[in-house]
């Protein structure tokens, strides 16, 4: 018989310096509450570039967004305005404009002619003198000649009041009106009207009967349009009943003169 086979060598065991660092390593503790992880996902916060680029952008469209809601919001009662009233409010402001614009003008040349006259003592004496002739005009206290219209209303029905009055007077003088007379009586700043209890109208306290006529010195192109708006005087009045008529001139008189009234309690503020 043949030698027997020698047995195999049986492996050595693994050191523990032989083992995988991973399996000495012991598990993390995960947190075991939800919260503690949701902070431990979001905090400390993580951001980059491109997420700050866009958090600005959404912050300056925001706020684009709210200034333009307020600057809406600012022009509501506009919005809700009829036709008609917009309209009359375009009306006076184009010719609020066209009076200021006028007046720009005039205060220019004065100043102009003021500069370039040799005597200037003289011209500056003249110009004061035109100036309390406008004031004149405006006070009353003189009378007042050029382009206008004159406004008849019949009231046969004696349905016109005093606030149907002073509508008209407001709508005549949004519309640039520098002089008015109603029948003779000079309407001035402080001009009032009430009703009378036996019926009719009294304007600073003189009754005036109808038909009311209406004396006014302005342009007849911006008169006109204002009183025959959408919704204004003219159509008011047909409303009670009553007729208005207007009839432009190339020149009318306002004759009539107030007397002024001394001041109690106001006086020049001192500069």
């Keep these: 018989m043949g030698p027997e086979p020698e047995p195999a060598p049986e492996p050595e065991p693994v050191g523990e310096a032989e083992k995988p660092a991973a399996a000495s390593r012991e598990p ?12 431990a996902a979001v905090w400390p916060p993580r951001v980059s570039r491109g997420q700050l680029v866009v958090a600005l952008l959404l912050f300056a469209l925001g706020l684009a967004l ?6 809406t919001n600012d022009h509501s009662e506009l919005r809700g305005a009829r036709q008609e009233d917009l309209v009359r ?8 404009q066209q009076r200021l614009q006028s007046e ?19 011209e500056a004496q003249e110009q004061t ?7 004149g005009v405006l006070a009353g206290t003189e009378k007042a000649t050029g382009p206008g219209i004159v406004l008849t209303i ?5 349905q016109v009041k005093a606030d149907m009055l002073l509508d008209t007077l407001q709508e005549l003088r949004a519309a ?16 009032y009207f009430t009703d009378n209890s036996s019926g009719g109208v009294q304007i600073d306290g ?32 047909e409303n009670h009943q009553a007729r208005a008529t207007i009839v432009q001139q190339q020149k009318v008189l306002v004759d009539a003169l107030a007397t002024p009234k001394p001041l109690q309690y106001g006086k020049p503020a001192a500069k």
């Design 206 to 237: 003189k009754s005036v009967s109808q038909p009311f006529r209406f004396t006014v010195v302005g342009n007849p192109q911006d008169l006109t349009p204002a009183l025959n708006i959408p919704g204004g005087v003219v159509r008011s009045l």
């Design 176 to 191: 640039g009106a520098e002089a008015i007379q109603i029948n003779d009586v000079r309407v001035v700043a402080g001009t």
């Design 66 to 71: 709210a200034i333009q809601v307020r600057s």
């Design 104 to 122: 720009k003008t005039q205060l220019e040349q004065s100043l102009a002619q003021l500069e370039n006259s040799s005597n200037q003592a003289k």
């Design 89 to 96: 409010i375009l009306d006076e402001l184009d010719g609020k």
């Design 154 to 158: 019949d009231d046969p029905q004696g």
């Design 28 to 39: 993390v503790p995960l947190p075991s509450d939800g919260r503690t992880r949701l902070l």
């Design 129 to 135: 003198r035109k100036k309390a002739a406008e004031l």
